[in-house]
């Protein structure tokens, strides 16, 4: 998946559902714990609302069903909860590394996530020696995705201007970042969530430039090829 006569100069990567097929893993968590304050966040509930975004949406919606607070320990042990599924059951998506490793451009991940999950999700789904380097987490910008933000920084940092990034995302937020950004943006519908929420339409609403459902169907577009 060389570069060489394609008009992009970074490959921006999503990780959570594009790098890590996780967002199922972690939407079941989110439902175990909203669903006792609001019996309509089901998985597909949850995905709809969360799929894309920092972690600081879910509190303002526990803050906002419970009408208190969240607890000091509520994302200590929200985060316990999740880091141990992923340690469990994470795996990265399929064709990825062989997709990454064919890039003939610069890459890197830029996630709603942190450092610390981010780190966690690709070393457990054995890809942080293809990362290690080249992260951007929201925790760096003020304003998360769909914010521009992340993806700006990102492109500032590696040297490149944003009309020659290409980001690869599963989301709607990310996607509008991306365009926001202006970049291009593919969707990605290779995770096991496209089976639960059907986000395709959604993200050629948002904006997505092309649709892809796995890492191999992207690999021989005419501009990754």
Known sequence: M???????????????????????????ILV?????????FDLAAVMQRY???????????????????????????????LFSAFRSHLQAVEGVREAVEAFGSDYCVASSSDEERIELCLRTAGL?????????????????????????????????APERCLVIEDSVSGVTAAKAAGMTAYGLAAGSHF???????????????????????????????
């Open 2 to 28: 060389s570069l060489p006569d394609s008009p992009f100069g970074l490959v921006i990567l999503d990780c959570d559902g594009v790098l890590v097929d996780s967002e199922v893993i972690g939407c079941r």
């Open 128 to 160: 942080w020696d293809l990362f290690e380097g080249r992260i951007f987490s929201t925790t760096r910008v003020q304003r998360g995705k769909p914010a521009p933000d992340l993806f700006l920084l990102a492109a500032r940092e590696r040297g490149v």
């Open 51 to 81: 799929l894309g975004r920092p972690s600081g949406a879910v509190v303002e919606d526990y803050e906002r069903m419970t009408g208190r607070p969240a607890p000091a320990d509520f994302a200590r042990d929200w985060r316990a909860r």
């Open 195 to 225: 089976a639960v929420l059907d986000q395709r339409p959604a993200l050629v609403a948002a904006g997505a430039d092309r649709l892809f459902e796995s890492w191999r169907d992207l690999a021989l577009a005419p501009a990754m090829a």
């Open 32 to 40: 175990d714990i909203l669903s006792p304050f609001d019996p309509g």
